[in-house]
């Protein structure tokens, strides 16, 4: 991965982790990854939201648009990744096998 790129996953990341929590005040939502293609058509955004929340997630993903344009007039690219919004499970996953892992 090129250093722009990661560059631009972390402008995302910060850049859109305060849009999202001025939308869901006081909910815990945790941006723990972004991957963006090499050509800026997508950027993948990895999410954690509580298991009781998944209406949350589909609010966000309802409104990636909006998403979008805030973050274009923050940043500012010449091409706008399109935000597509992923529930990643993997805390969940990792929490599972550390507990498997202690009680042998």
Known sequence: MSFRIEKINE????ELSPILQ?????EII?????????DLSEAKIFLEISPDQRG??????KNSWK????LAKKLFLRKMPCLTFICDEMQGSIDRIEEIL???
């Open 67 to 70: 998403y979008r344009r805030l």
């Open 102 to 104: 202690a009680k042998k």
């Open 56 to 61: 949350i997630f589909a609010q966000i993903n």
């Open 22 to 26: 001025s939308d869901f005040p006081g």
């Open 11 to 14: 402008l995302i990341k910060n």
């Open 30 to 38: 945790v941006i723990n990854f972004v991957a963006t293609a090499t």
